[in-house]
């Protein structure tokens, strides 16, 4: 099988073959991903993140020779905090509730509320918004006092079904980052915890959790504008399972090479 021959049914069969049952499962299998997870959702809203930023937090804690931002810097550092409770919370297979989605949200953006939101606005992270905001070309999101009923009835709708198959779990996955999308619950941070509860909810259905890579915005709000004007969900399930392959075909080529080194030894592979 060639690189480029992987589809995303051959990523999910290598994630449930890892037998993944513990914190410390998702810490070894994820030590890579959520540092290009979050680099790649942070650059969608915030083109000042770089990966070697993203990569130093992430693994040290800290950032030698820094020269952005005050803002970036909390972004990444609130992305990997954020991480971390997402992996707890899957090891658990806690189900998606409206207050880990606020958690989740408090935690992406704790710090980074501008004076406009947060004095003027009395808007915290963590709490649903308070006035409207522009959300695209014709969408302003949900009105204020309509936003808690609805993200009410979209946890029911997500927790009301139990999933099995593979291509449910992906439209689930799917519908709930563009419903948030949609609705847009929060003053700020709507994009990244969509795509970390759609990731969320991949995880806790034993599926991998994919990227929405940074050359790929244009695909990404091609298919989110589908599903705001013509309530189209297919752009953003096919781009689901694009950004699955390519996130993980690296590891089944990696695994594969080396099963074979094993196997052969590696003056027979050479």
């Known amino acids: 099988?060639?690189?480029?021959?992987?589809?995303?049914?051959?990523?999910?069969?290598?994630?449930?073959?890892?037998?993944?049952?513990?914190?410390?499962?998702?810490?070894?299998?994820?030590?890579?991903?959520?540092?290009?997870?979050?680099?790649?959702?942070?650059?969608?809203?915030?083109?000042r993140i770089t990966y070697g930023d993203t990569r130093e937090i992430?693994?040290?804690?800290?950032?030698?020779?820094?020269?952005?931002?005050?803002?970036?810097?909390?972004?990444?550092?609130?992305?990997?905090?954020c991480y971390e409770y997402v992996i707890e919370q899957a090891a658990k297979h806690s189900p998606l509730t409206e207050k880990m989605i606020c958690r989740i949200h408090k935690l992406l953006t704790k710090g980074t509320y501008d004076e406009r939101?947060?004095?003027?606005?009395?808007?915290?992270?963590?709490e649903y918004k308070k006035h409207d905001y522009v959300t695209g070309k014709y969408e302003t999101g949900s009105l204020t006092e309509d936003v808690a009923e609805e993200m009410y009835e979209l946890v029911q709708e997500i927790n009301s079904v139990s999933l099995?198959?593979?291509?449910?779990?992906?439209?689930?996955?799917?519908?709930?980052?563009?419903?948030?999308?949609?609705?847009?619950?929060?003053?700020?941070?709507n994009g990244r915890v969509g795509r970390m509860a759609a990731d969320?909810?991949?995880?806790?259905?034993?599926?991998?959790?994919?990227?929405?890579?940074?050359e790929d915005q244009k695909l990404y709000y091609e298919a989110l504008e589908a599903f705001d004007l013509y309530d189209d969900l297919h752009p953003t399930i096919e781009l689901f399972?694009?950004?699955?392959e390519k996130t993980w075909r690296n590891h089944i080529i990696k695994e594969k090479d080396e099963k074979k080194k094993r196997k052969y030894g590696l003056a027979d592979y050479l």
Do not use: C
Request: charged residues 20%.
């Open 1 to 47: 099988m060639s690189e480029h021959s992987y589809t995303y049914q051959d990523v999910i069969r290598f994630w449930r073959q890892q037998n993944i049952k513990t914190a410390e499962d998702y810490q070894r299998i994820l030590s890579s991903f959520k540092v290009l997870f979050s680099y790649h959702s942070g650059t969608i809203e915030n083109d």
């Open 241 to 244: 399972r694009y950004e699955m």
């Open 58 to 81: 992430f693994e040290n804690g800290m950032v030698t020779s820094y020269t952005g931002d005050l803002l970036t810097l909390f972004e990444i550092q609130n992305m990997k905090d």
């Open 164 to 189: 099995e198959d593979p291509e449910y779990i992906m439209t689930m996955a799917a519908y709930a980052h563009n419903v948030i999308e949609h609705i847009h619950p929060f003053a700020d941070g």
């Open 117 to 126: 939101r947060y004095v003027v606005n009395g808007e915290r992270p963590g």
């Open 200 to 214: 969320y909810l991949l995880l806790i259905h034993d599926l991998p959790p994919l990227i929405i890579f940074d």
